[in-house]
């Protein structure tokens, strides 16, 4: 809000916002604002980042279902991460997978 009038926000523009003292962070491959919180001296929030499969399992999956499976298995996903902001780029750092 600004001058509390609501003011819409190009999310490629900007890649944080703070709303009543609580920082959000954008991810771009949820479309979403994640709330994010500070530990020693670092911003800390939750969000799915790109994985790829590993190599044995893509060299499986052609051996068992020819080229298909092999590009099946080769295709990336989106795995929960705890990650922390990286101050120089304002990109993320991976932590730690979040297992469910």
């Not at 954008?26 to 604002?33: D, R, S």
């Amino acid at each position: 809000m600004i001058d509390g009038k609501e003011k819409e926000i190009k999310k490629d523009e900007v890649y944080s916002v703070v709303y009543q003292g609580i920082s959000y962070i954008y991810i771009p491959t949820e479309n979403l604002f994640t709330k994010a919180t500070k530990r020693d001296n670092d911003f800390y929030f939750t969000g799915k980042i790109k994985s790829t499969a590993k190599t044995g399992n893509v060299v499986a999956a052609s051996a068992f279902f020819g080229i298909i499976g092999g590009l099946i298995a080769s295709g990336s996903n989106s795995v929960p991460f705890e990650l922390k902001l990286d101050y120089i780029n304002g990109g993320f750092i991976p932590i730690t997978e979040v297992k469910k």
